[in-house]
């Protein structure tokens, strides 16, 4: 790491002090136009929506530890899933590391003094929010709380007194808010590049955030204007969806999943280019296969626009099209498997320091390897027709969003935490509990894989009691990781205690955002960097130590 | 750890915060590359600066008081605002995709029920509407192309009649649709749910959703287009700085672009 | 020592920006005009096209012909023909985008409502 010596002197001005004396800490925070800040706020808000929607996880899980109603009656368990699922996705997972720290890390990583347009990022932030409150607002305005499933099938959404409309306009906000993020930080990739700071020399987290960015602007309104018909449905009788006014509800299906299929791959970009960057510094390498890594996440967003179909083999697709649907998805493997490899590759004879950013790294690696082995099962056609709507379903996606998007999120915080608040966490216990998130998650989810595989439905709030010891189990490691969560955020917040750290750059990293003071100032760079080398490589003066 | 500051070897000038590789001297304008600790020039010699930096590179901060950071914040980019702009447009090109789609996807299940339908739209108004928006399409370049040339009177002149246009176009469909209703056809329509057969009512609720979904965009054009004369009035929008006249040019073309498909896939079934 | 460096750095040598100093390119008004009259003469085609029956090609002149509108729009009206190529690519690709979405569930949509 770096030389040890006397005096500690931080910089006077961080972007955190900036404006401290002129104005109150609400206009300095929810009407800063700062990227860092933004980033911050999405970061702290996310955290909230995700504990809430913990907490909706845990409740689950403890109405599954037996058959029958253990704590709530069905109508209730039906709320609490969805309103889980929309929690965890439109409120967690979709905004993601893009919104956190896209936000905050994309000027710093190629050398700007902010995205493309500042106000625009805010205003984002703010339809979040309000999408978030109109959300959570549904359930206690209107008709009984939403209970669809976070998927809103059409007739039943339309048909139901349930509170659909103002959820649905909540969905709506958030999504808005995603197109202009991606608005935003595509056209700053473009525009922004500090000199020097070629296409190929960008770190590859903003490769993923480019990519993500298009996903964002070309998907993003499809779910827009399905969810303008769904209300139009529900307020006006439309028909569009309803079979006795000669509409069809599959094709809601088709509308939603046309989104919502590129959506994972918006979930999981940004995932992947954070593990692209912790894997360097940690493994003290040059990444192997750079441009493979940067090209293999363009691929994923073409392939992400034509399988969609996969998640409707059950509902009355022609054979032809479902076999076309199902051959396509297999080829989004290709791309994903070039980064595992290209990762795996480059720790090979690294020297690797095994600290709490690359413990989640390697968990991400063979979490998500997991999840998406399970994603081809679940494309071979005849094998889906079985497992469609078990919890192998369920374990999949929380395989890949949560061992995936999750545990590369917590990646990130502990990589990054200590260049945004200059604060160090025990690296002791950030292990620990990283170690822990991983035994509970996997005590969580395979009994998921294995009982959805003999049968069990997902949604379900009862069941044979052939699956009573598989719930359980399953419940019992839901606890060990909420434990876990609670204990790794806890040490986070506890650095705050400590006192702040003099060196910048504590990990050795090579990328710009190590380079500026931590925290950083609200210009980013006092003079505007030129690069001449790539992302990963190290300066001969570190080498030399 | 201590944090060294870095300085020129020829003049001493600060070169606190400095991280490029290659950096002009504010001081002397010698060209310095970054070595080991510090910078020397770059036709050779030595290296002065402090000693070995703690943490070569890093940037510190600039000093509010001495800098103005609110300017170097302020950020101009004629082709990023296009470049976003245009970006906004291709949201624009899937949501009404997406409806186009359903669009396409009933008309091939209810051709005979679409077309029976679609003989009861007035072709006229339809036609003098695609004219409408056509011209106020023209009238809406003209008026950039005039700003560029510095002709302000020209350009507010233009910019009313594109908007003038514009209302036009509103109040026909105000009245295309209030004869509609007249006649008991609108969604969710009792009568219309007797007496009319499901591809008939599924052509008129699309005619509703999508003629009503352009024409919240046309208005939304509108209030764009009503900002952008009240500006140019202020000269806060002028012959050097006009993007937000161009954007907002862009964005009507959009609402043009969309009721050229419109109009012939509601208007000229034939 | 706060800007007059950045402006070294940022300007000099700046390829990949773009060029941050781009003019806007100027379009004469007798372009645009010829272009609308282009515009009303494809109109007037169109809807004296629906007029005569062409069976199931009605739709497909229909539409080849506001496709010929809207490229005259998008090229001269929004600038598109004079814009950087970027523009193109980046339209291109949403264009592109649309069509996948539209031509396959198109196509599942033929397939399962025909049996």
């Not at chain 2, 201590?2 to 020829?10: G, N």
């Not at chain 2, 009313?160 to 469909?173: C, E, P, R, S």
């Not at chain 3, 190529?85 to 539209?102: D, E, H, P, T, Y």
Request: glycine share 10%.
């Amino acid at each position: 790491m770096s030389n040890g010596a006397a005096t500690a002197v931080l910089p006077e001005h961080t972007f955190l002090n900036f404006e401290e004396e002129e104005k109150s800490w609400f206009k300095r925070w929810i009407f800063s136009v700062d990227h860092k800040k933004i980033g911050i706020l999405y970061g702290t808000s996310m955290m909230l929506f995700f504990l809430m929607g913990m907490t909706l996880g845990f409740l689950i899980r403890l109405e599954m530890l037996g058959p029958g109603s253990t704590i709530m009656g069905g109508r209730t368990y039906n709320t609490v899933f969805t309103l889980h699922g929309i929690t965890m996705i439109f409120l967690f997972v979709i905004p993601g590391l893009m919104a956190s720290f896209g936000n905050f890390f994309l000027p710093l990583q190629i050398g700007a003094r902010d995205v493309a347009f500042p106000r625009l990022n805010l205003f984002s932030w703010w339809l979040f929010i309000s999408g978030g409150a109109l959300i959570y607002g549904s359930l206690f305005v209107g008709g009984t709380p939403i209970d669809t499933g976070w998927t809103f099938y059409a007739p039943y959404s339309v048909k139901t007194s349930a509170s659909v409309s103002l959820a649905g306009l909540g969905v709506f906000f958030v999504g808005f808010s995603s197109i202009l993020t991606g608005l935003n930080f595509v056209t700053t990739v473009h525009r922004m590049r500090c000199p020097g700071m070629t296409w190929t020399r960008m770190p590859l987290f903003v490769w993923t955030l480019y990519t993500t960015g298009w996903l964002q602007i070309l998907a993003t309104p499809v779910i827009g204007i399905t969810l303008v018909m769904l209300l139009l449905e529900r307020l006006l009788g439309v028909g569009f969806f309803d079979a006795s006014k000669g509409g069809d509800p599959v094709l809601f299906q088709h509308l939603f999943w046309i989104y919502s299929h590129p959506a994972v791959y918006i979930m999981i970009l940004p995932a992947m280019g954070a593990v692209s960057e912790i894997i360097p510094v940690f493994t003290r390498r040059n990444i192997y296969g750079y441009k493979y890594i940067a090209f293999s996440s363009v691929g994923i967003a073409i392939i992400a626009y034509i399988v969609w179909g996969h998640h409707m083999f059950t509902s009355g697709m022609a054979d032809s099209s479902r076999i076309a649907f199902s051959l396509l998805t297999f080829f989004v493997a290709i791309p994903t498997a070039i980064k595992i490899f290209n990762w795996i590759a480059t720790m090979y004879k690294g020297s690797i320091t095994l600290e709490a950013p690359f413990l989640y790294a390697l968990a991400f690696i063979f979490l998500f390897s997991i999840g998406g082995f399970s994603g081809l099962v679940q494309g071979a056609l005849a094998a889906d027709i079985h497992l469609h709507d078990t919890t192998y379903i369920v374990a999949h996606f929380h395989y890949v969003m949560f061992g995936g998007t999750g545990f590369a999120f917590f990646g990130a915080l502990h990589h990054w935490w200590p260049k945004i608040f200059a604060r160090m966490y025990n690296r002791k216990i950030a292990k620990g509990a990283a170690v822990g998130l991983f035994v509970g998650f996997n005590i969580l989810y395979i009994p998921l894989f294995v009982m959805g595989f003999l049968g069990m439905p997902r949604r379900y709030f009862d069941y044979l009691p052939e699956y009573t010891f598989g719930h359980q189990v399953s419940t019992v490691g839901s606890w060990i990781l909420i434990g876990s969560f609670l204990l790794m955020l806890w040490n986070l917040l506890r650095s705050f205690r400590s006192q702040p750290m003099t060196d910048p750059n504590p990990w050795n990293g090579t990328t710009l955002e190590w380079k500026v003071a931590s925290p950083p100032p609200v210009e980013n760079f006092a003079i505007v960097p030129t690069v001449h080398r790539g992302p990963y490589e190290h300066e001969p003066e570190a080498v030399r130590k | 750890m201590e944090y060294k500051l870095l300085a020129c070897p020829a003049c001493g000038a600060n070169l606190d915060g400095v991280a490029s590789e290659t950096v002009e001297c504010g001081g002397c304008g010698r060209v310095l590359v970054r070595e080991a600790g510090g910078y020397r020039a770059k036709s050779g010699g030595n290296g002065g600066g402090a000693g070995p930096a703690s943490n070569p590179g890093v940037q510190a901060a600039l000093d509010p008081k001495r800098v103005d950071i609110h300017a170097l914040l302020h950020h101009e980019d004629y082709v990023g605002a296009k470049v976003g702009m245009w970006l906004f447009l291709f949201t624009e090109l899937l949501l009404f995709g997406g409806m186009f789609l359903v669009y396409s996807l009933y008309r091939a299940k209810f051709s005979k029920e679409f077309h029976a339908a679609a003989l009861e739209l007035n072709t006229g108004i339809g036609a003098l509407n695609t004219l409408l928006l056509l011209t106020s399409s023209l009238t809406v370049a003209l008026a950039i192309a005039a700003i560029q040339k510095g002709k302000r009177g020209l350009c507010l002149l233009l910019l009313w009649a594109t908007i003038a246009q514009g209302l036009g176009f509103m109040v026909n469909k105000y009245f295309e649709w209030s004869y509609k209703f007249g006649h008991k056809i609108y969604p969710g329509s009792l009568e219309m749910e007797q007496s009319r057969t499901e591809g008939e009512i599924i052509f008129y609720n699309l005619y509703f959703v999508m003629t009503g979904l352009h024409g919240l965009h046309v208005l939304i054009g509108l209030v764009c287009l009503g900002f952008c004369v009240v500006w140019i009035m202020k000269n806060w929008v002028r012959k050097d700085d006009f993007v937000v006249l161009e954007n907002s040019g862009l964005y009507w073309h959009l609402v043009d672009l969309i009721w050229i498909y419109l109009f012939p896939l509601f208007y000229l079934i034939s | 020592m706060s800007h007059e460096p950045e402006h070294a750095g940022a300007h000099h040598h700046d390829p990949f920006a773009g060029g941050h100093h781009e003019q806007p390119h100027e379009v004469g008004y007798g372009v645009f005009v010829l272009v609308w009259l282009a515009l009303l003469c494809f109109t007037a085609i169109t809807v004296s096209a629906a007029g005569v029956h062409l069976g199931k090609w009605n739709v497909v002149v229909a539409l080849a012909i506001a496709t010929v509108k809207v490229f005259l729009v998008l090229s001269f009206f929004m600038h598109l023909r004079y814009e950087s190529k970027l523009f193109r690519l980046m339209f291109g690709l949403s264009v592109m985008i649309l069509a996948i979405i539209l031509g396959l569930t198109f196509v599942d949509w033929e397939l399962w409502t025909k049996h």
